[in-house]
C-alpha cells in the first residue's frame, strides 16, 4: 500500500523490518530463540524510518503532541526495563518470567549454579534446558563440567559424546567451558575438558 501510494521512505523501512527480522524468524531455520529483544533491534531501524516518514506528514502541532507521548512513553518503558540488566541474575530472572518455554533461562540459570559451587542444581537446570530444546552442544558440554564435578564421570562421557554429535566445531565450546571450570578454581575439571577436546 505504501509503494502504491509512492510513499519510499515508508516502503524501504517496511521492506527493512522484514529483511532485517528473516534471519531471526525460524522461518529459514531454527535459531533456538522464539523472540528476544535483542532480535528487533534491527529491524526497528525500518519501523523507525517508516513511522517517521508518516509522522512528517502530520501538521506542526499534532506532529509536538504525538512526539511528546512517544519520548514519554519510550522513557517510561526505558525505566521500567534497565532494572533487568543490572547483574546476570536480574537478567536471568527476567528470561526465566518472560520466556518460560525458551531453553536458556535454565542454561543461564545452570551457568550461576556451577559459578555458586551448587553443580548439583546446575545438572538439574541442564536438564530442563535440554529437554526444551537438544540441539546447542553447550548444554551438554556444561553439563559435563557439572557432572566431572560431582565426581560423575560415565554421565560427564555420556553428555560430551551428545555434543559431539550436534557440533562439528566442538573446541571453542569446550575451551570456554574450561575457562569457567578454571575460573572457579576447578583446575582438574577444566584440564579434563581440554584433554576430552584434544
Do not use: K
Not at 556451577?114 to 541442564?126: G, K, M, V
Amino acid at each position: 500500500m505504501a509503494r502504491r501510494r509512492q510513499r519510499r521512505l515508508e516502503t524501504y523501512g517496511l521492506g527493512w523490518i522484514a529483511i532485517a527480522f528473516l534471519p531471526v524468524s525460524n522461518l529459514l531455520f531454527s535459531s533456538g530463540v522464539l523472540l528476544a529483544e535483542r532480535t528487533l533491534y534491527l529491524p526497528s531501524v525500518g519501523l523507525s524510518l517508516a513511522a517517521g516518514a508518516a509522522l512528517a506528514r502530520l501538521p506542526a502541532p499534532r506532529f509536538r503532541v504525538v512526539l511528546a507521548l512517544l519520548v514519554v512513553a519510550g522513557g517510561i518503558r526505558s525505566a521500567l526495563r534497565t532494572p533487568v540488566w543490572h547483574d546476570d541474575f536480574s537478567v536471568t530472572q527476567s528470561i526465566l518470567q518472560d520466556s518460560p518455554e525458551s531453553y536458556r533461562g535454565p542454561a543461564r540459570m545452570a551457568a550461576l549454579y556451577q559459578s555458586h559451587r551448587q553443580p548439583d542444581r546446575a545438572l538439574a537446570a541442564l536438564r530442563i534446558a535440554s529437554r526444551t530444546y537438544d540441539r546447542d552442544p553447550s548444554l551438554f558440554i556444561a553439563g559435563a563440567d557439572a557432572a566431572l564435578t560431582l565426581g560423575q564421570s560415565r554421565l560427564a562421557d555420556s553428555l560430551l559424546a551428545r555434543a559431539e554429535l550436534l557440533c562439528s566445531r566442538c573446541p571453542g565450546y569446550y575451551r570456554t567451558q574450561a575457562l569457567a571450570a578454571r575460573s572457579r578454581g576447578d583446575s582438574a575439571v577444566a584440564d579434563s575438558l581440554l584433554a576430552r577436546m584434544r
